[in-house]
């Protein structure tokens, strides 16, 4: 398994700084559609991922979630940082798509590495810059695209090479910010047109080109 010290940021800390990276640093693992953060949660430290993807989103009092980004490896939750950084409750939660594993650094050994390690200052940077850009291309999509736009687009970019989506219709709904309800109404006219195949808990692309342009303008 990969181990923090792995990440490519953090190759470049001084003798001293990986000492107290690896001292400090603990790795859990999880499996896929594990709730590891919730929202009001007084989170620990900075969480880094080093296999699997952890979807971070918001839920509504009607049911509906909203994801907000997802973290990949290699990658951290700028919100965790937030919260580590200015005494905060978690404002959301955070969720494993698959099979994860991720390295905790509790907040005073990442605060002290910060002080001093110019890598974990521009990674630091470098994530909050990221994520205002992530929210600002999710907002952009959900004012100016149509739901079966952005189901269409969701099905594209989270296709195997096969042409092959594992997930639910509540996790897609989940994804693209409406209700399993709609998202099985349609794929059901999407199927109908022979752009897609449904089955248990997966969706098949048959037309990727046709897909593609649905993404792109709703006809």
């Known amino acids: 398994m990969t181990d923090i010290g792995d990440l490519a940021v953090f190759k470049t800390l ?3 700084g990986r000492q107290k990276l690896q001292a400090g640093a603990t790795t859990h693992r999880f499996p896929g559609g594990k709730t590891i953060i919730e929202k009001g949660q007084d989170v620990s430290g900075a969480y880094f991922v080093l296999e699997g993807c952890l979807r971070v989103y918001s839920a509504f009092p009607d049911g509906k979630e909203a994801t907000l980004y997802p973290i990949r490896p290699g990658e951290t939750c700028v919100l965790a940082l ?8 978690y404002p959301a ?15 005073p050994v990442y605060r002290r590495l910060f002080e001093s390690e110019p890598a974990i200052q521009d990674l630091t940077v470098r994530t909050l810059s990221t994520l205002v850009f992530r929210l600002m291309a999710e907002l952009d999509q959900v004012h100016s ?21 594992r997930h639910t219709q509540q996790e897609i709904a989940g994804h693209i910010g409406t209700t399993r309800e709609v998202v099985a109404r349609l794929t ?11 089955g248990r808990g997966s969706v098949t692309i048959l037309q ?9 303008c709703p006809c």
């Open 14 to 16: 001084s003798a001293e």
């Open 82 to 89: 937030n919260s580590l950084f200015n005494d905060l409750l």
């Open 93 to 107: 939660w955070v969720q494993t798509e698959a099979a994860t594993a991720v390295a905790v650094v509790p907040g």
């Open 145 to 165: 695209s149509t739901v079966e736009q952005r189901l269409a687009g969701f099905l594209l970019v989270r296709a195997s090479g096969k042409g092959e989506v």
């Open 188 to 198: 059901s006219r999407l199927a109908a047109r022979g752009l897609i195949a449904t």
């Open 208 to 216: 990727p080109l046709a897909l593609n342009r649905l993404a792109e």
